[in-house]
């Protein structure tokens, strides 16, 4: 079929311009592939179908790619999305609906078809066509076929106004943001990359690459900022030692709460670094030594890497080089088990995954964005950033990933996408006017560009007798759901506890500690729609002879006597306190509202304490431990005007009365 190549039509750049009757220009982008003669050309976005249609054969050199439209039309223009190296394209013919190939296209065997990167081959044909097309078919060189599924997209039009480009730009992308260079007390005349900001914004940690005055590397540490009252950031210091070393040094993600750093590389204990990652804890006296971070049959075939961790620090994302990758490096995702270790990596797809780098993935604070960056997909320059949405609880399903646009994105090279849990700034690394030295720039966004808010949850654990911040675990349960669980640790000596809580769900907080009783409290976000940072307290009751304190967790449906899970919950911490210490003996007191008869509230109150008794006798704790009280509604502790004041009333007071 391909003989000598020739120009059958002129091909047109978009800097060309056209005059023509103004009508409405429709574009329409193929979604399925009919025919392709191997899966290297089969574009990445298209689904395929097999078809009646016969086509001409190739010759040997070349390959095929035939992409079919949901509406067949007159065409007056084509056009083909190639990913870089571009230069592939020899022929491009249109099939109408006869079934019928019409060539439209030619191009010499020595010609150099290259628009550049993320502008299209545009084709303009002389006039209309006179038959409706169907379907384009591209021939394309095997020798310019660089990388796996080259062919991007494919395109028609009915106008001759050129369409510049395809690239899936985000429908909330900014058109225009207010860009900041950082400035000189976080820039230098050295290279600045690799931002992390804390979850609170409060805190922002880099790398910047030491350069003599011979222009040599020297070293790669990490610094840090902190923001000033009035919005401003304090100069740059160097994070010091444990964590920097005579070789290079990175953050890849802080924790949300700021209290622990993954790390670049394995700190062995001779100074040295080895491949992998680790990760620190920030303690009262500084950082701790680096302990390793133990991924399941974890290896990278590249000397690069990048991680990112999801804000309840269950997930991690890793820009790796692996047997299943199917480019340069790709996105791969690890689960943390119950014993700190993490699951094997997992290829996060083809959906966000191309043939090129795939780098510094960053997940947002409501856990469902992910920020990228690569050259893989059409951009406006080298790297752009692009951003997906998890679509399920696998990870391993995703948004088609779309360009954060021209606001953000830059001709440059740009990365290291990081935003804090506010959504209001984003912090990035680029170069500023194609300078060769990377700086970090903050990004203002709008709030309707920002990822999905999130609450920041603040505050301490206090004893119920004294108000004085307890050291302990809490944990935290979503919507009920018992089988995940989340932990974090508060120690008053490094300040507040910091908890990233993702709106529209209602949360179950349970401070943890040998030696005292769980207070468990809620925290409702299922009718909050905007950001916000509270700072509020919860609580553990000492098991010391007289304290006493309100169950949360023991909540009764009006006129009901059933314990609910939550409940029951608590009722096992109690029963693992009494084996803990055998001589302890309780006291419960049940009380209900004032709705209905006196005497048969009485009653209630009785049997709601019966039924928490009943269960931890059903734990193995003696019934003689286990005292009962029922008041009924004679001991309010808020009026019963409303439903929502009743149920303060529908209670369990626990009470220590011997140990």
Known sequence: MVNTLFFRFAFVVTLSLFFQKAFTQTVKWANTAIEYSSEYVLPLRVKTANTSIKLNPIASGYESITVKFDTAMSIKQVMVSELMPQGSIAQVWAIDLQPKERLLFEISEDAA????????????????T??????????????????????????????????????????DAPQKVIRENLG????????????????????LYYTRNYVNFFGKEKDQDIWYSTKNEDGTWSKAQNLGIPLNTEQDNAVFAVA??????????KYLKDGKLAPGISRSKRTPN??????????????????????????????????????????????????????????????????????AHDVTPFIAAD????????????????????????????????????????????????????????????????????????????????????????????????????????????????????????????????????IILPLRQEYEIVPVKKGYLTITDYVDLT?????????RNFYLLPLEVGNKGVLNSFTFLQGKADLPESALKDLDRIAQAMRDIPTLEILFEGHTDNQGD?????????????????????????????????????????NNATEERRKLNRRVEFTIIKK
């Open 113 to 128: 078809l290259s628009p550049g990167k993320g502008k299209l081959f545009n084709l303009i044909l002389p006039k209309m």
């Open 286 to 355: 500084g950082w701790s030594f680096p302990e390793d971070v133990k991924i399941e049959n974890y290896y990278n075939k590249s000397s690069n890497a990048e991680f990112a961790l999801s804000a309840d620090g269950k997930v991690m994302v890793m820009s790796i080089e692996r047997l299943t990758t199917r480019g340069n490096r790709d996105l791969y995702v690890s689960f943390k088990k119950p014993n700190e270790e993490w699951t094997e990596p997992r290829n996060m797809g083809n959906v966000i995954n191309t043939s």
């Open 527 to 535: 009718n909050e729609n905007s950001y916000r940072e509270i700072k």
């Open 256 to 265: 949300s709460d700021g209290r622990e750093v993954l790390l670049m590389n």
């Open 130 to 171: 006179d038959y409706k097309v169907q379907a384009i078919r591209l021939i394309l060189r095997k020798s310019a076929l660089k990388t796996p599924k080259q062919i991007e997209a494919v395109g028609i039009s009915n106008n001759a106004q050129i369409v510049t480009n395809y690239i899936k730009v985000a429908s």
């Open 598 to 638: 006196f005497q048969l509230n009485l009653q209630l109150s009785e049997e709601r304490v019966k039924n928490a008794k009943k269960y931890l006798i059903s734990q193995g704790i003696q019934a003689e431990r286990i005292q009962i009280k029922g008041w009924g509604q004679t001991r309010p502790i808020a």
């Open 184 to 203: 000189k007390t976080i820039n230098s005349r050295n290279p600045e990359f690799a931002p992390v900001i804390s979850s609170d914004g409060k805190t």
């Open 367 to 498: 856990g469902k964005t992910l920020y990228f960056s690569t050259s893989g997909f059409s951009g406006f320059g080298n790297n752009d950033i692009f951003k997906s949405t998890r679509l399920d609880e696998t990870w391993l399903n995703w948004s088609e990933p779309q360009n954060l646009g021209e606001g953000i994105n830059t001709p440059n090279w740009d990365g290291f996408f990081t935003i804090p849990a506010s959504g209001e700034y984003a912090y990035m690394c680029t170069y500023e006017n194609a300078s060769q030295k990377e700086d970090i720039f903050r990004l203002l966004l709008p709030q309707d560009k920002q990822p999905e808010p999130v609450w920041v949850l603040m505050g301490e654990i206090l004893s119920t007798t004294d108000q004085k911040a307890i050291e302990c675990d809490i944990e935290w349960y979503i919507n009920k759901n018992y089988r995940k669980k989340n932990v974090t640790h508060f120690n008053p000596a490094l300040g507040l506890f910091k």
